[in-house]
C-alpha cells in the first residue's frame, strides 16, 4: 500500500492543528542520536502539514538544547513578539514551542502572584472569585500561556504525562507513542488521523468535529456546543472535510 | 471477593501495590443504548460496576480511591438528564452511609471533591451527611469528585492563596509590623511581597486528602483526561481500556496494576525529579 499523498493537509485553508509532541524519556538525551530523532519527527509533522509543535521534556532539556533544532528549521523573519513569548515561526511556517516541568506548577504559581499583586495592591481586598480567562491572562502575562493542545503525542516509555502544564491538557486527546527510537512516520499518521475521527458526542450534530483552534476548548463528548462555538462551525466543516480526504488514501503499513 | 480472586490479590501483592487509583467512568450512557436499557439504567449498572471496582481495590490493598462523578461542564447537558442524574447521585449517597453498605464494611472515609455550592441543597446536604457519617473511618478513603473540574479546583486554590496572604499582610500592618507587605490606601502603589509558591497551592486543591494517584483508569477508550486531576496527575499512569464503564472488571483492574509494576521504576524516578 503506497501513501499517495503525504501534505495532505495543505491546500485546506482555516486548518489548524496543534500537536504537541511530548518526550517522556528525554532525559537520556541530547545525544547525536537523539537530537537527529526529534528533526526527523519534526520533518515528518511538518511533511503532513501541521502548523503548531510544542515539544515537552520534564527537565528543559530541549529547551536548552534547542539550537539545532532551530537552525535546521529557521526562518530569516523571526519576529520580536514571537520571540518573546517562546514561540518561534519557522521558515516552512512551522510555529515551534519549547516546554518544560518548570511550565507547569511553578506557571501557576506564578500567575497566582500576578493576580495578587494585580487585584489586591490597592489595599483592598476584591470580593469576586478569579475567573478562567483572568487565570489564562495571567499565565500568558508572565510568559506560560498558550493555547491548549488538541493532541499530545508521549514518545517515551508509558502513557503518562510527566507534568505538562495542567491548564492546558483539560481536553486534550493523549496519546502513547512508544520509545522514540522506535518512531515510525506511520505511527504518526495513525495518531493524527485517529485524532481526527474522534466523535466528540454532540447532542445536536452528528459531524465529525475537531476543536477549532480559537485558543478554547469545550468537553464535548458531556453536552451539546455551547453558544460560544456557533462561529467557528466552518474550522468544523472542513475537518469533515479532512475526513473524506484520508478516507481516499491508503496509509502505508508501518510507516517509513 | 471469591478465592480465586484473593489469590490473585496475593500475587500482585508481591509487587509494589497503587497507593490510589482514580476512575473517568465514561460509558454509561452508551451502554444503556447498546443494550436498549431505559434513561438512567446504565448509570445504575455503572454504580454496581463502581461498587465492585472498589471492593476490589480495598482488597487488594489500595489505600485511596478517586471517581469523576459529576464535571462541572455536565450541567451544561440537558436539564432533565441533570435532573436525573442528581436524583440518582442523592439516592446512591445514601446508599452509601447506610450500616450495613460497604463503606462500612471497608473503613471508607467518603470525601466530596469540587465546588459543592453548584450542587441542589438536597445533595450537597446529603454529601455533607455522608462526610460526616464516615469521618470516624479510617481503613480507606473514597474520594468523590463532584461539581469538578481541575481548572475550577486551581483556580479555587490560587483564590485562596490570595485571601490568606492578604490576610496575613492584614493581620501584620495592624500589629505595625509590615514586613515588606506594605497596603497603602487610595492610588498609590503598594510594595507587595508575592509569596505564593507552589506548597501553598497544594494544600488549597480539593484533592489534598489524598495523595496523587498512581493509575487513572478511563474507560470507553477516550484518550483525554477531561479536565479531572491535571495537577495531581504528572506521575500517574494513565490506562484507557476500550470498554463502557459498566463493563469493566476484576481482570481491567489487575492489567492496570500490571502495567504500573512494570512501569514502577521508571515513575518513581520522575516523581523524584519533580
Not at chain 1, 38 to 44: A, D
Not at chain 1, 214 to 234: L, R, V
Not at chain 2, 74 to 86: D, G, I, K, Y
Not at chain 2, 180 to 191: A, R, S
Request: aromatic share 10%.
Amino acid at each position: 500500500m503506497e501513501m499517495k499523498h503525504r501534505s495532505f493537509l495543505n491546500g485546506l485553508p482555516g486548518v489548524e492543528i496543534w500537536v504537541f509532541v511530548h518526550f517522556g524519556s528525554f532525559c537520556i538525551l541530547p545525544s547525536p542520536y537523539g537530537i537527529s530523532k526529534v528533526l526527523e519527527l519534526l520533518q515528518w509533522v511538518a511533511d503532513i502539514g501541521v502548523k503548531s509543535v510544542c515539544l515537552y521534556d520534564p527537565e528543559g532539556v530541549l529547551k536548552k538544547n534547542k539550537e539545532p533544532i532551530m537552525q535546521r528549521f529557521s526562518s530569516a523573519n523571526l519576529s520580536e513578539e514571537a520571540a518573546v513569548n517562546g514561540r518561534l515561526v519557522t521558515r516552512r511556517n512551522l510555529t515551534l514551542e519549547f516546554v518544560s516541568f518548570e511550565d507547569g506548577k511553578e506557571a501557576v504559581a506564578k500567575a497566582a502572584n500576578y493576580l495578587f499583586v494585580k487585584h489586591y495592591a490597592n489595599g483592598t481586598k476584591e470580593k469576586s472569585d478569579f475567573t478562567e480567562p483572568q487565570m489564562a491572562e495571567a499565565l500568558g502575562a508572565i510568559g506560560s500561556g498558550g493555547a491548549d493542545p488538541d493532541l499530545l503525542l508521549i514518545y517515551g516509555p508509558t502513557r503518562c504525562h510527566l507534568g505538562f502544564p495542567a491548564w492546558r491538557l483539560r481536553y486534550t486527546e493523549i496519546v502513547h507513542m512508544g520509545p522514540l527510537k522506535s518512531m515510525s512516520y506511520g505511527s504518526l499518521v495513525k495518531a493524527i488521523f485517529k485524532y481526527t475521527m474522534v466523535h466528540q458526542n454532540y447532542e445536536t450534530t452528528d459531524a465529525l468535529v475537531a476543536v477549532p483552534s480559537c485558543g478554547q476548548k469545550f468537553e464535548t463528548s458531556f453536552h451539546p456546543p455551547p453558544f460560544g462555538i456557533k462561529e467557528n462551525y466552518h474550522v468544523i466543516h472542513l475537518h469533515f472535510h479532512l475526513f473524506t480526504l484520508f478516507g481516499e488514501f491508503n496509509l502505508m503499513k508501518n510507516g517509513s | 471477593m471469591d478465592e480465586d480472586s484473593s489469590s490473585i490479590s496475593r500475587v500482585l501483592s508481591v509487587g509494589p501495590v497503587p497507593d490510589h487509583i482514580a476512575f473517568i467512568m465514561d460509558g454509561n450512557r452508551r451502554y444503556a443504548k447498546k443494550r436498549n436499557l431505559l434513561d438512567g439504567a446504565g448509570h445504575r449498572s455503572g454504580y454496581l460496576a463502581l461498587m465492585n471496582m472498589l471492593k476490589y481495590c480495598y482488597e487488594l490493598g489500595v489505600k485511596y480511591a478517586t471517581i469523576y462523578a459529576f464535571s462541572i461542564d455536565n450541567f451544561r447537558r440537558r436539564p432533565e438528564e441533570v435532573q436525573s442524574t442528581m436524583q440518582l447521585i442523592l439516592e446512591k449517597i445514601e446508599d452509601l452511609i447506610k450500616e450495613e453498605s460497604m463503606v462500612n464494611q471497608y473503613g471508607v472515609r467518603i470525601y466530596f471533591l469540587g465546588s459543592l455550592k453548584l450542587l441542589s441543597k438536597p445533595v450537597r446536604l446529603a454529601a455533607e451527611r455522608a462526610m460526616v457519617a464516615t469521618s470516624g473511618n479510617s481503613k480507606s478513603v473514597l474520594s468523590i469528585c463532584l461539581a469538578y473540574t481541575s481548572s475550577d479546583e486551581i483556580l479555587h486554590a490560587v483564590q485562596e492563596c490570595c485571601g490568606e496572604k492578604w490576610d496575613e499582610g492584614s493581620a501584620l500592618e495592624s500589629k505595625g509590623a509590615g514586613n515588606g507587605l506594605v497596603f497603602l490606601k487610595g492610588n498609590e502603589n503598594g510594595k507587595i511581597k508575592p509569596s505564593i509558591v507552589v506548597k501553598d497551592l497544594e494544600k488549597h486543591m480539593y484533592a489534598a486528602v489524598a495523595p496523587d494517584p498512581d493509575i487513572i483508569i478511563r474507560t470507553s477508550g477516550e484518550t483525554r483526561l477531561s479536565n479531572f486531576l491535571l495537577w495531581q496527575s504528572a506521575n500517574c499512569l494513565l490506562y484507557a481500556p476500550p470498554i463502557l464503564w459498566p463493563e469493566i472488571g476484576l481482570w481491567h483492574l489487575i492489567w492496570a496494576v500490571l502495567d504500573f509494576q512494570r512501569n514502577f521504576s521508571y515513575l518513581k524516578e520522575k516523581t523524584k525529579l519533580s
